[in-house]
């Protein structure tokens, strides 16, 4: 069977059945919490306001969540963290789905929410909005089991900066993507600062990570 007839073969079962094993439990002391807060409190620098509204993109299993919530909860007195993930109901091994598991990690965070959708289904406005290894090439795309209609890199963050008020930080896996995603701000003509190798959080990952702040007009 093709890739891509495959992924979407897949993605439609999983997402239409919304199998998952219920109450997940794990570790609330996650690694990439700490690697998060870090980057952002060396990149990111909100003012002080009374409401903050956040949306972090491609949120996975949101383990990394309380870092995102510790950050810019210290810039405000409330909250609005929004995460979105597209293959919300994708499997790990134990059979619990990325969805349970991100149950678990916004359990007893006000104002956090997490939501199976399509980036493109989001229309409401966010001051910041934090994406962390965007797919900008088509092979990790294809290879995370994502049918090929959903790769549309130019046109989801064309999106994204609709929806900004403020500040979005991007962060790009290797040089190669981190070039590309560099073409597509300036091929959207979106105003940004390269914030170079992100050098938090080393030790974690194999390949250099690179940051781009995109401001809005």
């Known amino acids: 069977m093709p890739d891509n007839l495959k ?7 999983r997402s239409h059945t919304k199998f998952s094993r219920k109450n997940y439990c794990g570790e609330t002391e996650n690694p990439e919490s700490k690697y998060v807060f870090d980057i952002l409190s060396r990149h990111v620098k909100p003012l002080k306001k009374e409401k903050l509204s956040v949306l972090d993109v491609g949120s996975k ?21 929004d995460g979105v993930e597209i293959d919300a109901y994708r499997l790990y091994s134990n059979l619990y789905s990325r969805y349970e598991v991100a149950k678990f990690y916004i359990k007893n965070l006000d104002g956090v929410s997490y939501y199976a959708d399509n980036l493109l ?7 910041y909005i934090i994406w ?58 979106l105003p ?15 390949t250099p990570r690179y940051g781009f702040i995109v401001r809005k007009h």
């Open 192 to 206: 940004y600062r390269c914030e170079g190798e992100i050098k938090a959080g080393s030790s974690l990952f194999k």
């Open 132 to 189: 962390l290894l965007p797919f900008v090439t088509i092979y990790p795309h294809k290879k995370w089991g994502l049918p090929k209609k959903f790769f549309m890199p130019e046109k989801l963050l064309e999106h994204a900066y609709g929806i900004l008020r403020e500040e979005m930080f991007i962060i790009n896996q290797g040089e190669e993507e981190a070039e590309i995603q560099q073409e597509l701000l300036e091929k959207l003509k």
């Open 61 to 81: 299993n949101w383990a990394y969540v309380r870092g995102e919530y510790d950050f810019f909860k210290s810039y405000c007195t409330f909250l609005r963290l």
């Open 7 to 13: 992924n979407e073969f897949d993605f439609f079962i």
């Open 121 to 127: 289904n989001i229309k409401r406005e966010y001051d």
